[in-house]
């Protein structure tokens, strides 16, 4: 049976405690990030609404790794062709400029995530892809201060909490059909 969302979930995992950025977090959660979650935007943003209920959980929502629903699956040639839309959060200060931005959250955090996420997509071992197979075929693009964008910039949040992000569009993976029998 074919469980994108679990394989994605299995990538995650396989990158807790192995990441080059967890002196940047409280060292109760340095085991638990990146955190990871998939779904529409709005089904995410009350997941992590409910979590700031939690005296626990409230602390357990960043770097998030979001895999974004619905998912076109296409089927051909003996396997599973998936375009997906990740993205990956932390979170940020308002008043932050672009310059802090990158200094804070993107090149120690953000893109060593971005990296390790790749090739942790090889790595699990469920997924492949044409051509050269040290990054699947992706289109990324660096989001200071994530959120609902206009021409000029953003609007307001997506999720409520104020975020970077690197957001990884038209990622395209493949999965060889396995039947059960």
């Known amino acids: 049976m074919n469980c994108l969302v679990d394989d994605i979930e299995q990538v995650i995992n396989s990158m807790r405690g192995k990441t080059e950025i967890e002196t940047y977090f409280d060292e109760s959660i340095r ?22 209920m939690d005296k626990v959980f409230k602390y357990q929502k960043y770097p998030l790794i979001a895999m974004f629903m619905d998912v ?18 932390n979170l940020t200060e308002a008043t932050y400029t672009r310059k802090q931005r990158y200094e804070y959250n993107f090149k120690p955090i953000l893109y060593p ?30 989001r200071p201060f ?20 690197i957001e990884i569009r038209d990622l395209k993976i493949n999965k060889r059909i396995k039947e059960c029998l």
């Not at 009350?46 to 700031?52: A, C, E, V, Y």
């Open 31 to 52: 085991e638990l990030i990146p955190f990871g979650e998939a779904g529409h935007r709005l089904e995410i943003s009350n997941l992590l609404l409910q979590k700031d």
């Open 72 to 89: 076109p699956e296409l089927v051909s040639d003996g396997m599973f062709k998936y375009t997906l839309i990740v993205g990956i959060f």
């Open 113 to 142: 995530l971005y990296h390790q996420f790749l090739r942790a997509l090889r790595t699990v071992g469920h997924f492949a892809w044409p051509g050269d197979q040290t990054y699947p075929p992706h289109t990324k693009l660096d």
């Open 146 to 165: 994530w959120g609902k964008v206009y021409s000029e910039g953003n609007e307001g949040y997506i999720f409520n909490d104020r975020l970077d992000a």
